[in-house]
C-alpha cells in the first residue's frame, strides 16, 4: 500500500517560516517525480514546487525566492522549506508522487499565516 504522509503544517504569522515533510511508504521516491502542491478555501488545487528526478527543481512564479524543495531519495522524503510567507500562502499543501503509470496523493496538511 501506497501511503504520503505530510507533516509541518501550522498556524504561522506572516514573514514566518515552516518546514513541510513528506514521507512515502510503498514506493521507492527516486523512481518518482516529487512535488508539492496547496489548495486554498474556494480555490483549485495549484502547483508549488517540483523536484524531478534528476532535474533541477522548478517553483510556481508566486513562491520563487521563498520556498525550497528538496528531496532526500535515501530516507524516501520530500520537504518543502517555507520563508517570507505571506497570508495568501494559507492553504492545504499535498504531496505528490508522479511515475509513469501511477500518481499519488498525499492527504495533506494545514498552513494558516496569519497575524
Known amino acids: 500500500q501506497v501511503q504520503l504522509v505530510e507533516s509541518g503544517g501550522g498556524l504561522v504569522q506572516p514573514g514566518g517560516a515552516l518546514r513541510l515533510s513528506c514521507a512515502a511508504s510503498?514506493?521507492?521516491?527516486?523512481?518518482?517525480?516529487m512535488a508539492w502542491y496547496r489548495q486554498a478555501p474556494g480555490k483549485n488545487r495549484e502547483f508549488v514546487a517540483d523536484a524531478p528526478a534528476g532535474a533541477r527543481p522548478e517553483y510556481a512564479d508566486s513562491v520563487k525566492g521563498r520556498f525550497t524543495i528538496s528531496r532526500d531519495d535515501a530516507k524516501n522524503s520530500v520537504y518543502l522549506e517555507m520563508n517570507n510567507l505571506k497570508p495568501e500562502d494559507t492553504a492545504v499543501y499535498y504531496c505528490n508522487a508522479a511515475g509513469r503509470a501511477r500518481t499519488y496523493w498525499g492527504q495533506g496538511t494545514q498552513v494558516t499565516v496569519s497575524s
Open positions: 510503498g514506493i521507492f521516491v527516486v523512481a518518482y517525480d
